[in-house]
């Protein structure tokens, strides 16, 4: 078919609208004027997420194009520029070639002039090669791949390779030496038993199409880029799903989604960035390591030390277990000493850690099962996310940028992690389990929806344990607790913690938003904690915990605030009710599990006023006689938490 006018004018307006939106969001919330300077790596402004016009065009002129028909273990070509031999077809001209038929132990190599662009039409065409990759390009500027519409193509490796001096780095079943592009609305499965899925050496670009990979080892890899605006993905992988792995560059080893519909399930890492993994749209359901279930961290704070011999659950490769990672570079701190293979029943290998351009890339034993991972800053403005995770939900070495989408996420260790900073402006957060829900340096949340579920601490600045061991896998330590901060501004946060509700190793500014905390049932824990001050001017919170390391805040905050311990214990599930002296409910929270001690703050606090606290059978007034009210003897006692005992 020739493409008409209309769909060429399509293709540049939609690259046009992806342009934009691809620049369009910043790195940092425009209310966060918190960093942190020892976090100087790649940021989503930094890189170029832009997709070309000839990218999406799936339009071709099919009387100048050149036919491939594969049938009867040979291939017949219809004009120049391409050659055959048995079932093995040499395209060695820049043009468009038309692809259909069924070979049962064929190839297509691409070996053009590195200037020349090549686009192929699979047009129902199905390749399996029982000792190489099914479609290898070897020079070329760039290839295309169209999926016609209605057809589906199938590329089906061994899981062996006979490899030459000439490609001994090959390990994908579509493996490319040159930019790579998919488009169309055809239907490509790709059963990769050797290693790799698709792998591009150079950018990878997919903007339609419905891809289905299965992979022994990672399903898709773009070394320099990937960039994906749209598609329908069903990912099954023994090691990772979307990977890119440059580390040369700031502005390349990025991953950037703005639309597609994904389904991944894998052993290791869903999505990893060696820079910057930026989301803007799309919807994701992803399961890494057998997922929270099979968690890598247990509640009580030690390592899991079994969950690698539980990851069949995960993706493709034999037995639903692929090889590790061929490019397995755990992020995230230095794990925990594994078990041996003959302990796990699992085959691990290992390598030097090298890397040239006539092999592949670095083996590494990986323990890494997160869900979105980067080396520098997962940044996401967009999207509908369903996470069931072994480790980490959303895991960055740098930072994490929440500016917008709707996040949900059932965790075996940390919901979201960052070594840097972690700032929240917009969009829904529902972590629905996890050990630590919220982790970074600094933690900053100028807006949106978060609710945590946490076996330990809810909202934990600093990293690591209080109470648990601290080979944990994920305990990323910080060196200094120099910098760190909680930093509240607006948004309505929901806690739900069995460690601490709100903990942070340095201080904790609240100027805004409104907080609920559903604190620990043992005196171990607060549902406040911090190691520096405490300072409130604005917002609302209601924290519930047990007596014995309960705290308040201090008494340079310019926001009335209480700290009052009741009477006795009251039972999971009865309403906290403050009132003021006519009756008037100011707030109510109903906490779900014990509690005895509450901090509350709200702009409606009012000095010389009284206010009666109700919760079951329990009802006690506190008059605010300063700007902190208190009558614990808690941990926070002798810290500066100034007002009397106030009732």
């Not at 009710?577 to 509690?595: A, C, M, Q, Y």
Request: proline fraction near 1%; charge should be negative.
């Amino acid at each position: 078919m020739k493409i008409s006018d209309t769909k060429k004018l399509a293709a540049i307006t939609a690259a046009f609208f992806i342009t934009v939106t691809a620049f369009s969001g910043c790195s940092e919330s425009a209310n966060s004027s918190k960093t942190t300077s020892s976090v100087s790596q790649a940021a989503k402004s930094d890189i170029d997420a832009s997709i070309a016009a000839e990218d999406i065009d799936v339009g071709y002129d099919e009387e100048s194009s050149v036919g491939i028909t594969f049938a009867d273990g040979s291939a017949a070509i219809d004009g120049e520029g391409a050659t055959s031999e048995g079932e093995t077809v040499t395209i060695s001209q820049a043009g468009t070639y038309i692809l259909s038929g069924t070979a049962t132990n064929g190839r297509i190599i691409v070996s053009a002039d590195k200037k020349a662009e090549i686009k192929l039409i699979f047009n129902g065409v199905d390749i399996t090669c029982a000792d190489n990759a099914p479609l290898l390009v070897s020079k070329a500027k760039k290839v295309y791949i169209v999926l016609e519409d209605g057809t589906e193509n199938v590329m089906t490796d061994s899981a062996s390779y006979s490899l030459g001096e000439d490609d001994s780095n090959t390990d994908g079943a579509i493996f490319s030496k040159a930019d790579l592009t998919i488009n169309g609305s055809g239907t490509l499965t790709v059963n990769a038993n050797y290693k790799h899925g698709i792998v591009s050496k150079d950018d990878l670009v997919i903007t339609d199409g419905n891809i289905n990979v299965t992979s022994a080892s990672t399903a898709m890899e773009g070394k320099d880029s990937i960039k994906i605006s749209g598609g329908t993905f069903n990912i099954s992988a023994g090691t990772n799903g979307i990977k890119s792995t440059n580390t040369e560059a700031s502005d390349k080893g990025f991953i950037s989604v703005t639309g597609g519909s994904f389904t991944v399930v894998v052993n290791n890492d869903a999505f990893e960035a060696e820079t910057v993994l930026s989301i803007e749209g799309g919807s994701f359901d992803i399961t890494t390591g057998g997922g929270s279930a099979n968690a890598s961290m247990k509640s009580d704070g030690t390592p899991n030390r079994n969950w690698q011999s539980n990851m069949g659950n995960g993706g493709g490769g034999p037995n639903g277990m692929g090889r590790p990672d061929d490019n397995g570079n755990g992020m995230g701190g230095d794990p925990p000493a594994m078990p041996t293979a003959d302990d796990t029943g699992l085959t691990i290998e290992t390598a030097a850690n090298t890397t040239t351009d006539n092999t592949d890339t670095t083996d590494n034993t990986s323990t890494s099962a997160k869900a979105l991972k980067a080396g520098s800053e997962v940044n996401i403005s967009g999207g509908e996310f369903k996470i069931d995770s072994a480790d980490d939900s959303v895991h960055s070495n740098g930072n994490i940028v929440i500016t917008g989408g709707n996040i949900s996420v059932a965790s075996g260790d940390n919901g979201m992690h960052a070594d840097g900073n972690l700032t929240i402006s917009d969009g829904t957060v529902d972590i629905t389990k996890s050990y630590e829900g919220i982790e970074g340096s600094i933690v900053t949340i100028d807006g949106g929806t978060i609710s945590v579920v946490a076996s330990d601490d809810g909202i934990n600045c600093a990293g690591g344990s209080d109470t648990g061991s601290t080979d944990r896998m994920g305990a990323d330590q910080f060196s200094s607790q120099d910098g760190v901060e909680l930093n509240i501004n607006g948004g309505t946060v929901t806690i739900d913690a069995d460690g601490d509700g709100l903990d942070s190793n340095g201080n904790f500014t609240m100027a805004g938003g409104t907080v609920y905390v559903c604190g620990p049932t043992n005196g171990g824990n607060g549902a406040l904690d911090y190691n520096g001050t405490a300072t409130v001017t604005g917002g609302t919170l209601i924290a519930c915990g047990a007596v014995g390391m309960e705290e308040g805040f201090g008494d340079s905050s310019t926001q009335y605030s209480v700290l009052h311990d009741l009477g006795s214990t009251v039972s999971a599930n009865e309403k906290l009710t403050i009132t003021e002296s006519d009756g008037k409910e100011i707030l109510s929270f109903t906490p779900t599990k014990t509690w005895q001690s509450v901090v509350f703050t709200s702009a409606d606090l009012k000095k010389g006023e009284t206010y009666t606290f109700t919760a079951g059978s329990q009802s006690e007034t506190v008059t605010i006689d300063g700007i902190v009210t208190s009558n614990s003897s808690g941990k926070s006692f002798g810290k500066g938490h100034g007002g009397g005992r106030g009732f």
